[in-house]
């Protein structure tokens, strides 16, 4: 029983979290980085400035919070296939980076560091560093992992890992930050995601 105040408790501040971010990512894309202050995040959130400030002191926390946020991947501790079959682990990761880059506000996060990285330069130092740098190097070891397991062979891992990665943005996300309402479809998109890993398997798979 003595559990059960600490997880109500838990799931209150989880709660809040979630509300804050979802209101500053808001914010900052209809008023912008500068103009938009954590009281006012706090007002659209419906909490406190206490509590938010207590967990996110600065706009600059806050928005590490939403990066971390929206990049996060739902793994049970294995962000990746195992290695052993290159074809099935590449086309879940090509499905699952899919499901990231179309995950609700990713969109709008890049337009937030597109808009505000002249002024705000950290902004997309933020967006790297703790966004797509650690995707990136997670797809990048499962390379390297199919590569030791005889089943993948390249000379460099980022290389391989950076075309991969773009078949699938290029097609599923870019034009969504210039085309209003882009939307190919559930079998565009699957089609998309098959014809990445045929290419990389014609190009680096030891079939």
């Known amino acids: 029983m003595s559990s059960e105040p600490a997880t109500y408790h838990q799931r209150v501040a989880a709660e809040k979290r979630s509300a804050i971010i979802d209101a500053a990512t808001r914010l900052f894309l209809d008023a912008g980085y500068d103009g938009t202050s954590l009281a006012k995040i706090a007002e659209a959130a419906g909490v406190s400035k206490a509590t938010l400030f207590k967990q996110f002191p600065t706009k600059a926390a806050l928005f590490e919070a939403i990066v971390t946020e929206y990049w996060r991947i739902e793994d049970d501790g294995n962000p990746h296939p ?31 560091v597109i808009a505000e990285a002249p002024r705000f330069p950290e902004l997309g ?57 882009w939307d190919p479809g559930a079998k565009a998109v699957a089609g998309a995601v098959e014809e990445a890993v045929a290419t990389m398997l014609a190009r680096y798979g030891t079939e």
């Open 82 to 112: 195992h290695p052993g079959d290159l074809r099935a682990g590449l086309t879940a990761i090509g499905h699952r980076y899919v499901s990231l880059l179309t995950r609700p506000g990713m969109a709008g996060l890049f337009r937030i």
């Open 125 to 181: 130092e933020t967006q790297f560093r703790l966004g797509k740098m650690p995707y990136f190097d997670s797809v990048r070891a499962y390379l390297e992992a199919e590569r030791a397991a005889g089943t993948a062979h390249f000379a460099d891992g980022r290389m391989a890992a950076t075309q991969f990665l773009g078949m699938i943005s290029n097609y599923v996300f870019w034009p969504r930050m210039l085309l209003v309402g």
